[in-house]
């Protein structure tokens, strides 16, 4: 009975209050509020240590690779991501994500948000979604990820998004109430308690090969991830070829050499 009259106290809180996410401590509960200033400002973070990279090796090819394999600090491109499992709501329900289950399957498209019930953050999450058969025919997955809990994830997929919610997602939003994954990725603000929009793409192998960071006034472009994501996936199926700026599907590539790229600049 009390386990029960709790749960309904703290859904009427929810309900009252959706810009607020609740989070239980030792003594009492403490509020999260949306940062007054909204401006992402910060003091210079130190360089954090990240996990090494996977070791591939070259084969046979004799030119040389042109695939970054990172140090081992930042930035985290070239890097094996942070491996992390949270809990994350889909289809309306609590469910368990781990990235490192998507290795050897799935590319993945890993973004953070500030917090739920803000302004530009759902129509980036809803932009995905609305997107998100197109990137499960190139194989990928999405993720999004705040510090808000998962409650406070559920509450916002069930509000319209006529009236600022999300409304029914196509892939999990994933909660990081403890702000490690945030910290893992470089992304949190830690006098904020909050993330940056960060965005990254992670290949098969779980390699970073794509990030971009903005601040928090300035949404992501979903068209400009799927031609990423497309570059990527080419120049891993072509090993022997390289992108130029702003190449899609179906355009001429470049040869990573001095005089084969000429073939390239002879027909633009």
């Known amino acids: 009975m009390a386990c029960s009259a709790a749960t309904t106290a703290a859904a009427s809180f929810m309900a009252s209050n959706p810009t607020r996410a609740l989070f239980p401590s030792s003594s009492s509960s403490q509020i999260l509020t949306i940062p007054r200033s909204f401006s992402g400002l910060r003091q210079p973070l130190r360089s954090a240590r990240v996990p090494r990279s996977l070791s591939f090796s070259r084969g046979s090819h004799s ?85 808000d809990s998962v409650f406070s994830h559920l509450a916002w997929v069930q509000t319209d998004r006529k009236s600022g919610g999300l409304g029914d997602l196509n892939y999990p939003l994933i909660s990081d109430v403890t702000k490690s994954i945030s910290k893992s990725f470089g992304v949190l603000i830690p006098d904020q ?38 570059a990527l996936q080419y120049v891993q199926e072509n090993p022997d070829e390289v992108c130029p700026a702003g190449w899609k599907p179906g355009e001429k590539s470049m040869k990573p050499d001095p005089k084969l790229s000429k073939e390239y600049f002879a027909a633009i």
């Open 63 to 147: 030119r040389r690779s042109f695939v970054v394999k990172a140090s081992g600090d930042a930035p985290l491109v070239g890097n094996k991501a942070p491996d992390f499992e949270a809990e994350a709501v889909f289809d309306q329900e609590f469910i368990t994500v781990k990235l490192s289950e998507y290795i050897g399957k799935k590319y993945v498209i890993l973004f953070f948000y500030p917090l739920d019930f803000t302004f530009v953050c759902p129509t980036e999450i809803t932009a995905f979604s609305d997107r998100h058969a197109e990137f499960e025919k190139l194989n990928t997955e999405i993720l999004g990820v705040s510090i």
């Open 193 to 230: 308690g909050i993330a940056l929009r960060g965005l990254f793409i992670i290949d098969k192998e779980g390699v970073i090969q794509h990030s971009t960071i903005n601040n928090l006034a300035i949404g992501r472009s979903v068209d400009e991830t799927m031609r990423t994501l497309q």
